[in-house]
């Protein structure tokens, strides 16, 4: 941080934020960063951009691109992301890589069985809890693929072998998983839920096995969907040899 910076950060703590808050439109960002300057103790001048004509103005006087734009003792700061890097905090990079929305979906398809084996049989930790913990996370997992067809089918066909040969099945996964998972909660039709389960499983472990341990490829994983950052490995062969693992469980039992 350079000396202008500092002086700023320990002189005078009064912000100046310019943001847009308009009739139909209230700056999301604007909203942080009056939250973010609070919470650090700073008292705020807050300037409203009313209209698009002195957004635009504003942005051009200053040569800036974005608003809310924020000033302290006479510096500015610049945006939301900027004030976070003026107050040492961590900045979300969009292209790192994360396994969050794996551990939220896993997280929690384990709160939901765990709840409904607590109502229906009066304990938690049950084999009901075990099965229904597997069920839940396909037709979750199944919920992020679903939610762009087309961009998980995308990313599915980097690796998968059987979509390599027949594209129509990157489409048709989603709802495969989203059916044998309904149809395993309900413990209905085994005789459609099962033969897709271990299909749709033996085929995706092999694939991601194939791809990440004999190819050695880095790829992102579909698994959450085809806009997620989730690396492909570990969370999608676990996904499949779940599938697996219900599907014979239940052939058998």
Same mark, same amino acid.
């Given at each position: 941080m350079n000396d202008k910076s500092a002086a700023a950060k320990t002189g005078d703590r009064i912000a100046s934020v310019y943001r847009m808050v308009m009739d139909k439109h209230v700056c999301p960002f604007g909203l942080k960063t009056l939250h973010l300057l609070k919470s650090q103790g700073y008292r705020i001048d807050d300037?409203?951009?009313?209209?698009?004509?002195?957004?635009?103005?504003?942005?051009?006087?200053?040569?800036?691109?974005t608003t809310p734009q924020t000033f302290v003792g006479g510096e500015r700061i610049g945006?939301?992301?900027?004030?976070?890097?003026?107050? *040492?905090?961590?900045?979300? *990079?969009?292209?790192?890589?994360?396994?969050?929305?794996?551990?939220?979906?896993?997280?929690?398809?384990?709160?939901?069985?765990?709840?409904?084996?607590?109502?229906?049989?009066?304990?938690?930790?049950?084999?009901?809890?075990?099965?229904?913990?597997?069920?839940?996370?396909?037709?979750?997992?199944?919920?992020?693929?679903?939610?762009?067809? *087309?961009?998980?089918?995308?990313?599915?066909?980097?690796?998968?072998?059987?979509?390599?040969?027949?594209?129509?099945?990157?489409?048709?996964?989603?709802?495969?998983?989203?059916?044998?998972?309904?149809?395993?909660?309900?413990?209905?039709?085994?005789?459609?839920?099962?033969?897709?389960?271990?299909?749709?499983?033996g085929v995706g472990a092999v694939s991601v096995f194939y791809a990440v341990y004999v190819q050695k490829r880095e790829l992102k994983c579909a698994c959450v969907g085809g806009g997620s950052n989730v690396p492909l490995g570990f969370v999608s062969l676990t996904e499949n040899v779940m599938m697996v693992a219900m599907g014979l469980w239940m052939l058998f039992t």
């Amino acid at each position: 941080m350079n000396d202008k910076s500092a002086a700023a950060k320990t002189g005078d703590r009064i912000a100046s934020v310019y943001r847009m808050v308009m009739d139909k439109h209230v700056c999301p960002f604007g909203l942080k960063t009056l939250h973010l300057l609070k919470s650090q103790g700073y008292r705020i001048d807050d300037h409203h951009l009313e209209t698009r004509a002195q957004t635009d103005a504003f942005k051009e006087k200053y040569d800036v691109k974005t608003t809310p734009q924020t000033f302290v003792g006479g510096e500015r700061i610049g945006g939301y992301d900027d004030l976070r890097r003026f107050f *040492d905090k961590p900045v979300k *990079d969009p292209k790192a890589t994360s396994y969050r929305p794996v551990l939220a979906i896993f997280g929690m398809a384990a709160a939901m069985a765990l709840g409904v084996s607590w109502l229906v049989s009066g304990a938690l930790v049950t084999a009901m809890a075990v099965e229904l913990f597997i069920a839940i996370s396909m037709c979750l997992l199944a919920v992020q693929k679903l939610q762009d067809v *087309d961009g998980f089918a995308t990313m599915f066909l980097g690796y998968d072998l059987l979509a390599r040969r027949w594209v129509p099945y990157a489409y048709l996964y989603p709802f495969g998983e989203a059916l044998a998972g309904v149809l395993m909660i309900a413990h209905a039709l085994d005789w459609i839920s099962v033969p897709i389960a271990l299909f749709i499983g033996g085929v995706g472990a092999v694939s991601v096995f194939y791809a990440v341990y004999v190819q050695k490829r880095e790829l992102k994983c579909a698994c959450v969907g085809g806009g997620s950052n989730v690396p492909l490995g570990f969370v999608s062969l676990t996904e499949n040899v779940m599938m697996v693992a219900m599907g014979l469980w239940m052939l058998f039992t």
